[in-house]
């Protein structure tokens, strides 16, 4: 009985270190790649065999990846940002105010958010072109709209759906309008649920890769993700593995950060939503 | 849920008033929406109607159904069907994306409940393995798609390495270059990529459910492996179809990973690739607008069929 159980235990943990290395590998992996070059690059090596900096001094001394990284921060920033502002008021009153079709519009809204985003792609392009933004963080900002408004609004409306109805009573009784009820009662309260929300958003622009791709023209303009997927040498032979592993580190490192931080948040934002990041 | 208090004689009642301010709340929200989905989807499905071409984006003349079906008579008698309906590419396209879909997601719901299950047992370390299956997670798939392609890679990658020392393997295998190994290239991909989101969303289901069933499962001594699929399984159902129909969407309209690990793999191309291929780069633009229109047909109509057939309660509105 005890060997069983043993054997059982000693089981288990298999599986789980089986979890662990199947997840980290990768990642691993390419970390041990970024710091390897010259030959020693086109060696397996499953420990780390060095510690050479040049893949890392090639990427951050492109002028472009930079522009990238920038790129990156201030579409997702921007678009984290409208979202929130959009995202609250709604919600206040998706969570708070009863009126028909309500549940209608919620189901809407996360319909928009299931969207295959190839079915706007024709009409965003001539919207992006019409609007003479073609090329610029513009464009990506307002696309960006599309998965991480509808996401924001159904986190942040099932949230403030759960509060009791006393933190509002109060308010309404002293008089105070939806506004002053929005920025004083639930604002202060909402902030854990919009710094996960807001973290989610950024995710998912940083990440995103179909509009950047179709949007952009110019090297200088390219999102980190398409500067990466783009990177390529002169031939399939000549594929700068050393700077690309470098870069996918580099851009992932502060998520994985951030992430690991947040895991709570994060965890309870993605069951809420249950949208994909 | 707040309902009105009693409104003051005379003027508007307390409700009315905040029925108003609701309004303009969600107006700003319902016009950003309206710009970026509603008018931009009107738009390609109307484009899909026309012979509009990249260049000249307001050139385009209406011709009915003619990108999706037509039939011409030569004079020679012989009859031509012309249209995406009747384009190999496309169907190869379709067969591509539903393959994708059914085994990826099948895999990840089984393996996504092995990690929950785990995850929900009480161990030493539990923290540490529960950050580590994060991390596929939070790298950005392009990223996902390069770091893969270098561990698949067939000269130098560390997979064939591996296997080959293991002698699971003959000889070194092209896994991205092949037309016989690149779909499961993608698959290992996108599996080892979403796993963790399934595992996450199930495990927020079996949380619910009481320890005590377990309890009482054990003082009677049934087997676990019957309690599960009695006890645990009946009741984590409905998290279960939710997190299906999120990761079914997901992976019909995958893009991205496909785009950056197997380019131009036509044993890889799904829906999406083919339609921006010819929007963006074949210069057929309002063909590739007909593609995504079907995309967006099918994907529709297989949500509606998935939530009416299955009952499936996506916006817990019904405990309200």
Known sequence: MTRHKLLKRIGFYALVAVIVVFSVFPFYYAVVTSFASGTALFRV?????????????????????????????????????????????????????RFRGRGLLLMTILAVSMFPQIAVLAGLFELVRFLGIFNTHWAMILSYTIFTL???????????????VEIEEAAIVDGASPWIIITRVFLPLLWPAMVTTGLLAFIGAWNEFLFALTFTSTESMRTVPVAIGLLSGASEQEIPWGPIMAASVIVTVPLIVLVLIFQRKIVAGLTAGGVKG | MTDPIAGRPGGPSLRQRRQRAAFWFLAPMLFALLCVAAWPLARTIWFSFTNTTLSNLYGGEWIGFDNYLSMRTLSSGRVVWRGTLVDPAWWNAVWNTVRFSLISVGFETVLGLIVALVL????????????????????????????????????????????????????KIAWTASTETAMTAVLIVDIWKTTPFMALLILAGLQMVPRDIYEAARLDGIHPVRVFFRVTLPLIKPALMVAVIFRMLDALRIFDLIYVLTPNSSATKTMSVISRENMIDFDKFAYG????????????????????????????????
Do not use: C, H
Not at chain 1, 87 to 95: N, P
């Open chain 2, 289 to 320: 607008a007909a593609q995504s229109t079907l995309l967006f047909a099918i994907i529709a109509v297989f949500v509606s069929a998935y939530i009416w057939l299955g009952r499936v309660d996506l916006g817990g509105e019904g405990s309200k």
């Open chain 1, 45 to 97: 090596n499953y420990l780390p065999s060095g510690f050479d900096l040049r893949n890392y001094q090639a990427v951050l001394g492109s002028r472009n990846f930079l522009y990238s990284i920038g790129n990156s921060l201030i579409i997702a920033t921007a678009t984290v940002g409208l979202s929130l502002f959009l995202g609250v008021t709604a919600s206040y009153a998706l969570a708070r105010v």
């Open chain 2, 120 to 171: 929900n047992a009480e161990f030493k370390g539990r923290a540490l393995v529960r950050a580590a299956i994060l991390i596929p997670w939070a790298i950005p798939t392009i990223v996902s798609a390069k770091m893969w392609a270098w561990m698949l890679n067939d000269q130098f990658g560390i997979l064939n390495d591996i296997l080959l020392r293991l002698g699971l393997i003959g000889e």
């Open chain 1, 150 to 164: 509808p996401f924001t609004v159904w986190v942040l409306t099932t949230f403030m759906r759960d509060l009791p």
